[in-house]
């Protein structure tokens, strides 16, 4: 029975950390090297809040998703 809670207890733990997201500019930095790998260049990465009306396309969510990463242009 003890072990049963203690696997309860730890799987809890790790889907909490798993619902807390990344942060922010650890995913901008992985989006921006695999963007740069594919030969890109003339554009921006911007973090905005969630729902923020922008020109750019939604390329990542971070902190839980309250947060978006956007891509524009140049």
Same mark, same amino acid.
Not at 22 to 44: F, H, M, R, V, W
């Given at each position: 029975? %003890?072990?049963?809670?203690?696997?309860?207890?730890?799987?809890?733990?790790?889907? !909490?950390?798993?619902?807390?997201?990344?942060?922010?500019?650890?995913? %901008?930095?992985? /989006?921006?090297? %695999? /963007?740069?790998?594919?030969?890109?260049?003339?554009?921006?990465?911007? /973090?905005?809040?969630?729902? !923020?009306? !922008?020109?750019?396309?939604?390329?990542?969510?971070?902190?839980?998703? !309250? %947060?978006? /990463?956007?891509?524009?242009?140049?």
């Amino acid at each position: 029975m %003890k072990k049963l809670l203690l696997a309860v207890g730890l799987l809890s733990l790790a889907g !909490t950390a798993l619902a807390a997201g990344k942060p922010c500019g650890e995913l %901008k930095s992985e /989006i921006d090297a %695999k /963007i740069q790998a594919n030969g890109a260049s003339g554009y921006t990465l911007e /973090i905005v809040d969630k729902g !923020t009306a !922008t020109n750019g396309e939604v390329v990542g969510s971070c902190e839980g998703g !309250t %947060k978006e /990463i956007v891509y524009n242009r140049g």
